[in-house]
Structures are given as structure tokens and as C-alpha cells.
């Protein structure tokens, strides 16, 4: 259970403060309150709120010079600001804007566009702060949170665990700057192939290196999956160098310099198309999809592996695409 967000309410009219605290305290925030700029200043750090509202007009500092030095400090420079202006200060809207504000309200505010703003911006902001910084897509905390959810809600639904084979041997041979590109070609391949097979329930998330999740529904999962290979393989062939890729391998060396052949990179995805009533937290199916996968490396080629209903039955797998000579990790 995540604490509420706490929002800091800048403004030198009580009964405003009193208001918006009412206000915002109903919908499930924490608040804390300052009456000019320099306690503003105080409480943000003291308090290091989530979301701050504050008042253009405001004695010892007004919001523009509190919104300066917030947007100065390190540890308030992403901080969520909403200006509070008055309805026909346009110039100061524009002006706040410019400072660093991320949105504004104008008093009188409507109650209902106010707390859809102050949601909207928190949302915006969680999001931002859980995304890989390289694909943008939702990292583990926003991973974890949504399969958490699906489990609880007792709805059916399929989750994958999709990963890069011998992606360490390709980011070593070709650099990181190449090895970037696998994984973000990878990240907008589950992406594409999701919003064309299960836009309304499917989910991407990126845990980290070339380390994929996807939930979607089960009735879509092997289809899903298939095309996510296919696609891949079509993109794939531009991250090799073309004479690397007409020979088929790589020619890398050992720790001791000795010359080696390392396969192309493939997929390995690792399904459980039926996750129902069958794993009451996020860790236990985690651990399921990660003992198909390290069944799945030991096959070559790009391959989908599933989970069979009966107990103790080998897993099945699907393989696809070219067979490399080899498939380690």
C-alpha cells in the first residue's frame, strides 16, 4: 500500500489554503501548508512534498521567485509545480510557464478541473520516474504494480518474459552505442506488435538491460508472441554488419584471446498463457517465467516456450526463425 501523495499549498489567503487543504484532503492527499514564499521554500525542504500549488501573488517571495529557486536546487528540480493565477492574468500564466511551471490554475477554480490537473500532473510524474531511461517504457516499480493488479482483479490474462540471446557477445563485439539499438528495437517491436494484436489489455515493460515484460490477454498470448519473433527477426538483420550476417556468426575471441564463433542474436520468450488463480504474487510468477527461460536458452534459435498445465510435464516450446550454432546466453 503506497502512502498518499503529499502536496504542499502555497498561498497567503487563509481561507483559499482552506479551501484547496479541504479540497485535496478529501480526495485521499496528504497536505502541508505555507502562507508567503519563504515558508514555501521551508516546506519544501523540510517536507519534500510530491506536487506543489503555488500563488503567483504571495508576500516575501512571490510564486515566480519561489519557482526559480525551486527549478535551482538539485533535489526540488523535478518537482511538480502548479501555479495558482487569477482568471485574467494571462501574462503571468505565460510567464510561469517559461520559469519552469508544469500547468496552471486560474482562481476562482473549478474543484473538479483543479484535482483532474493535480492527478493528471502526478500521474504524469510517476510515470516518468518508473520509465527506463532508454526505451521509456514502464520500469520494475510500475512492472510489479500492474501484475500485482491483473492477480487481484481475479480477471484471466498471459504474461511473457522476453529476452535477447547473447546479447553480451553482440554488445561487446559491435559497442554499447549498437547494443542500445537492439534493446530499443526490441522495445518498439513489443510495443508495435501489441497495439496491432491486443491494444486494450496488452502491457509492455522494460525491467532493465534486454529484459522484457508483456501482459496480455490469454486468448492472444501465442499469436502475440509469434509475431514478436517474426517481427524482430525482419528488423534485426540491420544491427549486424552485413558481412557478419551473410556468414552467419560473429568471429569474437575468448578472455585468453583465442578466436571464437558467436551465433546472431535471437529471442528467447518465455509464456505462461493462463496466469488465473494460479500465482497470488508478482515474485511467483516471476520465478515460473524465469526457470522457462532458462529453459528456452538451451535451445537454439529464436524460440517460445510454455508452460504445460500438467504437473511435471516438460515444457513445450515453438521454435522460429534461423537455428544459430550455438545459444548461450
Same mark, same amino acid.
Given at each position: 500500500?503506497?502512502?498518499?501523495?503529499?502536496?504542499?499549498?502555497?498561498?497567503?489567503?487563509?481561507?483559499?489554503?482552506?479551501?484547496?487543504?479541504?479540497?485535496?484532503?478529501?480526495?485521499?492527499?496528504?497536505?502541508?501548508?505555507?502562507? =508567503?514564499?519563504?515558508?514555501?521554500?521551508?516546506?519544501?525542504? %523540510?517536507? +519534500? @512534498? =510530491?506536487?506543489?500549488?503555488?500563488?503567483?501573488?504571495?508576500?516575501?517571495?512571490?510564486?515566480?521567485?519561489?519557482?526559480?529557486?525551486?527549478?535551482?536546487?538539485?533535489?526540488?528540480?523535478?518537482?511538480?509545480?502548479?501555479?495558482?493565477?487569477? +482568471?485574467?492574468?494571462?501574462?503571468?500564466?505565460? %510567464?510561469?510557464?517559461?520559469?519552469?511551471?508544469?500547468?496552471?490554475?486560474? *482562481?476562482?477554480?473549478?474543484? &473538479?478541473?483543479?484535482?483532474? +490537473?493535480?492527478? #493528471?500532473?502526478?500521474?504524469?510524474?510517476?510515470?516518468?520516474?518508473?520509465?527506463?531511461?532508454?526505451?521509456?517504457? @514502464?520500469?520494475?516499480?510500475?512492472? &510489479?504494480? !500492474?501484475?500485482?493488479? %491483473?492477480?487481484?482483479?481475479?480477471? @484471466?490474462?498471459?504474461?511473457?518474459?522476453?529476452?535477447?540471446?547473447?546479447? *553480451?557477445?553482440? #554488445?561487446?563485439?559491435?559497442?554499447?552505442? %549498437?547494443?542500445?539499438? $537492439?534493446?530499443?528495437?526490441?522495445?518498439?517491436?513489443?510495443?508495435?506488435?501489441?497495439?496491432?494484436?491486443?491494444?486494450?489489455?496488452?502491457?509492455?515493460?522494460?525491467?532493465?538491460?534486454?529484459?522484457?515484460?508483456? /501482459?496480455?490477454?490469454?486468448?492472444?498470448?501465442?499469436? /502475440?508472441?509469434?509475431?514478436?519473433?517474426?517481427?524482430? !527477426?525482419?528488423?534485426? &538483420?540491420?544491427?549486424?554488419?552485413?558481412?557478419?550476417?551473410?556468414?552467419?556468426?560473429?568471429?569474437?575471441?575468448?578472455?585468453?584471446?583465442?578466436?571464437?564463433?558467436? $551465433?546472431?542474436?535471437?529471442?528467447?520468450?518465455?509464456?505462461?498463457?493462463?496466469?488465473?488463480? +494460479?500465482?497470488?504474487?508478482?515474485?511467483?510468477?516471476?520465478?515460473?517465467?524465469?526457470?522457462? *527461460?532458462?529453459?528456452?536458452?538451451?535451445? @537454439?534459435?529464436?524460440?517460445?516456450? *510454455?508452460?504445460?498445465?500438467?504437473?511435471?510435464?516438460?515444457?513445450?516450446? /515453438?521454435?522460429?526463425?534461423?537455428?544459430?550454432?550455438?545459444?548461450?546466453?
Amino acid at each position: 500500500m503506497h502512502d498518499p501523495a503529499k502536496i504542499l499549498i502555497a498561498d497567503d489567503e487563509p481561507h483559499i489554503r482552506r479551501i484547496l487543504q479541504f479540497l485535496l484532503e478529501q480526495a485521499g492527499y496528504q497536505v502541508v501548508l505555507a502562507a =508567503d514564499g519563504r515558508q514555501a521554500l521551508e516546506v519544501v525542504a %523540510r517536507e +519534500r @512534498p =510530491d506536487l506543489a500549488l503555488l500563488d503567483v501573488m504571495m508576500p516575501q517571495l512571490d510564486g515566480f521567485a519561489v519557482l526559480e529557486q525551486l527549478r535551482k536546487e538539485r533535489d526540488s528540480q523535478r518537482l511538480p509545480v502548479i501555479m495558482l493565477t487569477a +482568471r485574467d492574468e494571462s501574462e503571468a500564466r505565460v %510567464r510561469g510557464l517559461k520559469v519552469g511551471a508544469n500547468d496552471y490554475v486560474a *482562481k476562482p477554480f473549478d474543484q &473538479e478541473e483543479l484535482l483532474a +490537473r493535480v492527478s #493528471n500532473l502526478l500521474s504524469a510524474f510517476q510515470a516518468q520516474r518508473e520509465a527506463n531511461p532508454l526505451t521509456g517504457l @514502464p520500469g520494475n516499480h510500475a512492472i &510489479e504494480r !500492474e501484475v500485482t493488479r %491483473r492477480l487481484a482483479s481475479g480477471v @484471466p490474462f498471459a504474461a511473457m518474459y522476453i529476452d535477447i540471446d547473447r546479447f *553480451k557477445s553482440f #554488445n561487446d563485439h559491435y559497442g554499447y552505442t %549498437r547494443g542500445d539499438r $537492439a534493446i530499443d528495437l526490441l522495445g518498439q517491436v513489443l510495443c508495435q506488435v501489441t497495439d496491432a494484436v491486443d491494444r486494450e489489455s496488452g502491457f509492455v515493460g522494460h525491467i532493465g538491460g534486454d529484459d522484457f515484460v508483456l /501482459l496480455c490477454a490469454s486468448a492472444c498470448a501465442d499469436q /502475440l508472441a509469434t509475431q514478436v519473433i517474426q517481427t524482430f !527477426e525482419v528488423g534485426v &538483420e540491420h544491427l549486424h554488419d552485413a558481412a557478419d550476417w551473410q556468414r552467419g556468426y560473429l568471429e569474437t575471441t575468448t578472455r585468453t584471446g583465442e578466436p571464437q564463433q558467436a $551465433a546472431l542474436i535471437t529471442l528467447t520468450i518465455a509464456l505462461i498463457g493462463d496466469v488465473h488463480q +494460479r500465482y497470488h504474487h508478482p515474485a511467483a510468477l516471476s520465478d515460473a517465467l524465469a526457470e522457462l *527461460k532458462r529453459h528456452g536458452k538451451r535451445q @537454439p534459435g529464436s524460440v517460445v516456450v *510454455k508452460e504445460r498445465r500438467s504437473p511435471g510435464a516438460a515444457p513445450e516450446l /515453438l521454435c522460429l526463425g534461423e537455428q544459430p550454432q550455438d545459444h548461450d546466453a
